[in-house]
């Protein structure tokens, strides 16, 4: 799960990490009170969406004056913006922050991730701020600085000066970076985070350190420990067949291809949208029903698919193993028969009651095709769409 950029500032706040004035709204009528909160004769309007991109996009803007700010404020809000990472729906706008400007002298990264490789929490730093980190890497590897944090002693006063001396701070800049970067660690351990990032990690005129963006993204699996954290969860941000799948506990990626895949479990199904690959076509999603799958969430996760308008073929790849195959079948023609279909269909059935399954779907009266084996399902089902 995702946060906006006030909602993570706001965590910020709570672990004294230091970050512009700023207030959120959601209606332009709102920004004279906020600018008058905030004081001054200049203010920053930023565009709340989660992605990457809102400053070239015309999503962050400097306003001059007062009727700039409200004007700008109008401009974004109810709008959609479009960034590099979007794509081209882009994400609707449903709230600005309205914040002081702050003279910059420098711009660094700082961010804080879970490592896989050392299966540690590790902070990322460079002095390439503002730029997108992962053009950094591929163009200038040897600009991006990473720790790995032992998790029996925690972050250690070193690892934060050594941060500060590839930063090239000095003096009391390297205290400001020793308690931000403290506070990042905390706040990523205490709320479950897998995510923090601060693009740009600014020093400002006065050579103190600030948080001028901020990023948070949360572990959804650990979100049944933070009620709070929860609420704040901006569904109008998410993928709308996501969001619906989770309701349902369906674990649902949507992909750009033609192919929509339905299989029970991770492992099978990244086999079988490689299999779609390897004949031809493009998987339209990553769909595992799980090993407990019932009929109702079977035919949930089928009027998913079917959702997509870029499907051209569906293609079911169930193993029973923990969830039956009969109990597959009968979900499918569920959802066939309430939804009803336009596209091919092919379903490939193995283990538990998969005859006894097969035997409904080739008696069931709708226009479902089965196969024997995996290879011949992805075989058939490119055909199908193809033709």
């Known amino acids: ?6 909602q993570s500032k706001g965590l910020f706040r709570n672990y004294a990490i230091p970050v512009p004035d700023g207030v959120p709204i959601s209606d332009a009528v709102d920004v004279e009170n906020a600018a008058e909160s905030l004081g ?30 409200h004007s700008e404020a109008q401009r974004l809000l109810g709008s959609v913006l479009t960034t590099h990472q979007t794509g081209p729906q882009g994400l609707p706008v449903h709230e600005v922050l309205i914040e002081k400007p702050t003279v910059i ?7 804080v991730l879970v490592d896989r490789a050392t299966r540690r ?11 997108n980190i992962e053009e950094v890497a591929a163009a200038t590897p040897e600009k991006i600085i990473t720790i790995s944090v032992n998790p029996v002693v925690g972050l250690q006063a070193f690892q934060c000066r050594q941060i500060a001396f590839a930063y090239g701070l000095e003096g009391g800049q390297i205290g400001e970076l020793q308690a931000i970067m403290q506070g990042l660690y905390k706040l990523f351990m205490e709320k479950d985070a ?36 929860l609420q704040m969860r901006d569904l109008t941000q998410e ?8 309701e349902h506990q369906l674990n649902y990626i949507s992909l750009n291809g033609t192919i929509g ?6 492992g099978l199904a990244m086999a079988t949208m490689d299999l779609v690959k390897l004949h031809g076509a493009e998987p339209a999603n990553f769909l595992d029903v799980g090993g407990g799958a019932t009929a109702e969430r ?9 959702s997509d308008s870029n499907v051209k073929a569906v293609l079911v790849n169930i193993f029973g193993g923990i969830v039956r195959c009969d109990l597959i079948a009968e979900g499918i023609i569920a959802a066939v028969t309430e939804v009803g279909i336009s596209v091919p269909v092919v379903v490939r059935l193995e283990g538990t009651n998969a005859q006894a399954g097969l035997e409904m779907l080739n008696h069931s009266g709708l226009n479902l095709d089965t196969a024997d084996d995996l290879t011949a399902a992805a075989q058939k089902v490119v055909a199908l769409a193809a033709g």
């Open 105 to 111: 002298a420098r711009e660094l990264y700082l961010s």
């Open 239 to 246: 993928d709308a067949r996501e969001a619906a799948a989770a």
């Open 1 to 6: 799960m995702n946060l906006h950029e006030y």
């Open 194 to 229: 897998s995510l923090i990032e601060i693009n740009p990690l600014v020093v400002d005129e006065e050579g103190h350190l600030l948080a001028l963006d901020a990023k948070i993204n949360l572990d959804d699996n650990a979100l049944y420990r933070h009620a709070d954290l």
């Open 298 to 306: 079977v035919a949930e996760a089928f009027k998913l698919i079917l």
């Open 40 to 69: 001054g004769d200049r203010w920053v309007v930023k565009a709340q969406v989660h992605t990457g991109g809102r400053g070239k996009a015309g999503g962050v803007v400097l306003a001059d004056s007062l009727e700039q700010a």
């Open 121 to 131: 929490v590790a902070f990322m730093a460079s002095q390439a701020g503002g730029m």
């Open 261 to 266: 895949c339905m299989v029970n479990g991770a």
